[in-house]
């Protein structure tokens, strides 16, 4: 095949012109027969190897700079690649004379499909690279990907030289100045654009080499940009915004992320001290401050930075969430705020909503103890009250039980339970009465346990030296009737918390008052004289007298003259026919008046609490050492803090364990050791 052949067969492949199967196979069987002479076969192959770069310096002449260029690059480039896989075909004899058999060339000869791509990187891309790099700087992901394509088809090494390098010198200049042109949140947008479009690259090319470009650009080489817009991006709350910055920052370095973890842990604090003013809307600006914060801080995206901040979150929340307001602990506040929910809603998505929220504030208080003795209380005055359906108090006990635990919610449980025995009591009581045809008022008593109901903690000394014999007469029947049921049963009459209706008839038009006991007891005297002005005469203390006095006073219903008490007969009429006296009282004498407590027994609830935790460390450590014999000190510290916040009671100090631990020695039920005093021994 003389030049002239070769150079027509050559132009119909490179210009993808149909060759019909006649023709090839003529084609194939001439080069079969020249490649049968070894040395004819390699002077073939240099030919085919000076045709390709003539071909190629031709079709360099006609590029043009910038994104024409560009296209004209590709095309070229899409059509010679094409082309080349024809020729190593119709030429294949040639690659097996010369690149497979023959031995004796000193230098090892490719195939001419690889020559070929060596020929364009040699001929064509490396006189044109500087251009191709700068006009690949604007183009679209499909035009970059075909430049690249074209180098990477020779090496690995080539693509890195060639391509990889200079592209991303060349995109650093250009990045590294983008945040001047946009606002931060334009420039969040931006990054994630680019390094999403970049990490297409890296897949392809099995490289890091373009998005380790964009985080440096982007992020490493303006780290005071991201910190002064960081508490910025928070304030404003951008959720947006901040999921691109959680994500761009996760790609930091580790210098970066702690950097960007202390401005979050600081910027939480700083706003969270707000709340050490407020202590009326405490639960409600921890709620807003949880919602808020909690969300944008995970922001939905799974990145690296995401376990950092979150447990900077809970750490800063949890730190919060425990400082106290005044001399009132979160804890109180909350379980206030539970009551108050409770007593506004009935069971529907609302309340499930509000109780979760309640819940997950209580997750991190420290003091749960605390909570559930104010809970307990309130959960007792709703329950005496019957201020809400005991379908709302089951909801929200399942759902603390779940949450904090059998244990937790044992009393709650039993305080329900006794409520509805109490029903079925009241049913048999009834029966009795009428099987004995016994007429009496309309009573409801409540049978409590005791221990239980948080009420020990308002038992007050004999405040009545004795019932009035109308009112003695009802509690002694039930004593009785209670007494033949439930054999070895004491019961103590609470009378603190009783509630009595009266029937009024020296007024005008009959009403009835709704009293407490003590008002009831005077009021009553008023039938044993008959007059509207009688002496004190009650059973009394002093300190119960002046205030039941003063709260009848205030309600309108007696009048004071001269020392004495007198029913004001000129009392207003009011709409509804039953009159709550016992609330018509204002708070002051209210609390005194309806629920007496010793102050020196009960006023202070820490006692009782820290009380209660005493005995519970006392036990741990006895359980301990019980089961281990002997431990060191630091071991027991570490036992007794896990195993009192697996319990979700409460987290002892170091301070408090030593103590129990002391105390525990001097009781005896452990020892110190007699060698080493920072062991312990279980004592049998």
Known sequence: MNSYELQKVCDQLMNMEKIETTEWIAYYTIIYNICINKNNGLQLYNNIGDYLIQYLKNKSANIQCEIEGLNNYINIWNSYNNSLEYINKLFNYVNTVVCDYNKKYIEKKLYLYDYG??????????PLNSMII???????FNMITSVFNSIHHTSKQDYIEYIEIPYIQLKKIEYNNVYKEKKFDEYLYYCNQVIKEYEKYDCIYNTTAYTEMCIDSFINNHKDIFYTNFPILLSNNQPGALKLFYYLSSLGNIEYINNIGDIYKTFLLDIGKIRENESENCIDFLQ????????????GTITNLDYKFNKIFDDCFSVLINLNIGTRKTAELLAIYTNDCLKKVKPTIDLENDVNDILILLNYIHDKDVYQYFYSKYLCSRLLNSSISSEVEEFMINKLKYNCGYDYTRKFTKMITDINLSKELLKDYKKYIQTNNIEIPT??????SNYIWPLKYERIPECITELPNVLKQYTTLFDSYYNTRFNGKKLLWLHQYSKIELKTNFLALPRIFQTTLYQSIILLLFNKYNSNIIPIDTHLSVDILNQTIQSLILAGICILNNNNLELNVNYTFRKNIVIPIHKYINKSIQKNETTPINHALAGDYKTFIQQDRNIAVQAV???????RKTLHITTIIEQVINQMIVSNKFKPTILLIKQMIEILVEKE????DSINKDWYNYQI
């Open 669 to 672: 039920y452990i020892i110190r």
């Open 443 to 448: 009573q409801n008593i409540l049978v409590l």
């Open 117 to 126: 791509i060596y020929i364009f990187k040699q001929y064509f891309f490396l």
């Open 288 to 299: 807003q401050f949880y919602k808020q914060y909690y969300y944008c801080t995970r922001g």
């Open 621 to 627: 450590i006895v359980r301990l050492l019980k089961t």
């Open 134 to 140: 700068k006009s690949a700087m604007h183009a679209d």
